[in-house]
C-alpha cells in the first residue's frame, strides 16, 4: 500500500493525472516501478515525479486508463480523429443549438509522457457550454515515442481538425482558444507563439484568439531544465534532452518576436516560485512583441487542483478564466 500511495503522489505531481485510491495498478506494473525507483536518491515520490518516460508502454496505458476513469464525459461528448495514430483524438461537447460557437480547446498535462483528455474535462465541458462556448480536450502522442516538436504539431492540427469541421459541427473556425495544464501549458504557449506549428497545419495564427496557461513552468526550457532545485530534470531531460540549441528551439519565450496569438491569460499558482518567474518571462516577452498578456498568480491552489477545479462556482481562476473569454467573443 505504501508503494501505490508513492505511485499516486508521483502521478498527481504529473500534470495532475490521479489514480483512484481503491484501484491496484497490477503486479507486474507495480514490480515495474518498484525496480525502477528502488535505491534512488529521494525515495519513491521524487522517483516517480520523473519515471513516467521510462516505464514500458503498457504500464503507463494502465495508468492513463485509470486516471480517466474518476471523469465519465459530459452527455453529448463525441470523440474524432484528427489524425492518423490512435492518440490523435479529441472529444467535443456543443452547447445546445450550437451555431458558430467558439471553441475552448484543452490540452492535458502528464510531463509530457503521460496524461489522457478525459482527465478533469467534465467540469470544464459543462461549465464552457454554459457560457456559450464549445469544449474541446485534445489527446496526442507521448513521449517517449514521439518528441515534443510532433506533440506541438499535434496540437496544431487538433485545431486545424475544429477549423475544417467547423461548418458540420456549428463552431466558429475563427474563435478557437488554446488552454493548457502544465506540460500541456508548454504545448498551448509554443503553438502560440512558434508559427510553423500552425503554418504547417494551413492554421493562421489569427484564428487562435487566445492562449490560457495553468501552471506551467517550462516556457524557457533551458533556464528551467538546468535549475538546481528542479526536482523534475529528468522528465525534461526525457522530453528536450540536452541539447540547449533544441531546449531552446522549444521554449516559448525565446519565440516571442512576432507574430503570437493576441491575448493570453497565464495562470501560476502562488506558491510555486518557478512557476511564477516562468509566467512573468513569457509575459514580458510577449507584451515587448506587441501582445497583451496578464499573469495572475492563483491563491489557495496546488498545481492539480488548480486544474481539477476549473470550472466549479466560486472558483478563483474560473472567474479569471471567465473574464478573460468573455473578452475574446
Known amino acids: 500500500m505504501r508503494l501505490l500511495m508513492m505511485v ?25 516501478i518498484f525496480q525502477l525507483c528502488r535505491g534512488t536518491s529521494g525515495g519513491f515520490r521524487q522517483c516517480m515525479m520523473t519515471a513516467m518516460p521510462k516505464l514500458s508502454d503498457s504500464c503507463r496505458k494502465l495508468i492513463g486508463e485509470r486516471a480517466t476513469t474518476a471523469y465519465p464525459p ?19 461537447v456543443k452547447p445546445a ?63 486545424a481538425w475544429l477549423r475544417a469541421n467547423a461548418a458540420n459541427e456549428g463552431l466558429d473556425p475563427d474563435r478557437i482558444v488554446l488552454m493548457g495544464h502544465s506540460a500541456g501549458a508548454h504545448l498551448a504557449a509554443l503553438v502560440g507563439t512558434d508559427p510553423r506549428y500552425l503554418t504547417a497545419a494551413g492554421v493562421p495564427m489569427a484564428a487562435v484568439t487566445g492562449v490560457v496557461l495553468l501552471d506551467g513552468a517550462g516556457y524557457d526550457v533551458p533556464t528551467q531544465a538546468s535549475a538546481e532545485m528542479n526536482l523534475v530534470k529528468p522528465m525534461y531531460e526525457a522530453a528536450f534532452g540536452k541539447d540547449p540549441k533544441r531546449q531552446a528551439a522549444l521554449s516559448p ?15 501560476p499558482i502562488e506558491r510555486r516560485a518557478d512557476s511564477q518567474a516562468q509566467s512573468k518571462g513569457l509575459a514580458d516577452a510577449l507584451i515587448r512583441a506587441g501582445s497583451s ?14 486544474n481539477k477545479g476549473l ?19
Request: overall charge negative; proline content about 5%; aromatic content about 6%.
Open 253 to 267: 519565450s525565446r519565440h516571442a518576436a512576432p507574430p503570437n496569438v493576441a491575448r493570453w491569460l497565464i495562470l
Open 293 to 306: 498578456a496578464t499573469v495572475v498568480a492563483v491563491p489557495g491552489e496546488s498545481h492539480g487542483s488548480l
Open 311 to 329: 470550472g466549479e462556482a466560486g472558483d478563483f481562476a474560473t472567474g479569471q478564466l471567465d473574464r478573460f473569454l468573455a473578452e475574446a467573443r
Open 97 to 159: 443549438d450550437a451555431a458558430k460557437a467558439p471553441v475552448l480547446l484543452f490540452i492535458h498535462g502528464g510531463g509530457w509522457s503521460i496524461g489522457d483528455k478525459a482527465h478533469a474535462a467534465p467540469e470544464k465541458a459543462r461549465w464552457a457550454n454554459g457560457k456559450g462556448w464549445a469544449f474541446a480536450s485534445a489527446n496526442y502522442r507521448l513521449v517517449p515515442q514521439a518528441t515534443v516538436e510532433q506533440q506541438a504539431a499535434d496540437v496544431a492540427s487538433a485545431v
Open 8 to 32: 499516486l503522489l508521483g502521478a498527481t505531481a504529473l500534470g495532475g493525472v490521479a489514480l483512484a485510491q481503491r484501484e491496484r495498478l497490477p503486479a507486474e506494473c507495480r514490480q515495474e
Open 74 to 92: 459530459v452527455a453529448g461528448t463525441v470523440e474524432h480523429d484528427y489524425g492518423a495514430d490512435p492518440k490523435q483524438r479529441l472529444d467535443l
